[in-house]
């Protein structure tokens, strides 16, 4: 059984930048399909970004096109968050399935879950 530890989170201003990681640990992330979510005061956990194990895939939520970025090593999964803006407060989870062929931004699909981090983008 996989266990993720999130970090990386913290304060920004708007249009600052923050690199989070997912570090795992019990098994390796190879055949585990990795997702990041986040939640807001008051509103629904929401999936942003994932990857796949099988051909690498990633996905990416629309309002984090093109400023986020997913990578992945066998160990660690990171979130690269460029331009963040005040609507990316939120406290940031990361989640695995197994397998992960194939990665979704639903929460049902994913059996493992970090505790969280903080992000807050504030000025």
């Known amino acids: 059984q996989v266990q993720l530890v999130e970090s990386g989170g913290g304060l920004v201003q708007p249009g600052g930048s923050l690199r989070l990681s997912c570090a795992a640990s019990?098994?390796?992330?190879?055949?585990?399909?990795i997702g990041w979510f986040r939640q807001a005061p008051g509103k629904e956990r929401e999936g942003v970004s994932c990857t796949s194990s099988g051909d690498g895939g990633t996905y990416y939520t629309d309002s984090v096109e093109g400023r986020f970025t997913i990578s992945r090593d066998n160990a660690t999964v990171y979130l690269q968050m460029n331009s963040l803006e005040p609507e990316d407060t939120a406290v940031y989870y990361c989640?695995?399935?197994?397998?992960?062929?194939?990665?979704?931004?639903?929460?049902?699909?994913?059996?493992?879950w970090g505790q969280g981090t903080q992000v807050s983008v504030s000025s």
């Open positions: 019990g098994a390796t992330l190879d055949y585990y399909a």
């Open positions: 989640a695995a399935e197994s397998p992960g062929i194939k990665c979704g931004l639903y929460n049902f699909e994913y059996d493992y």
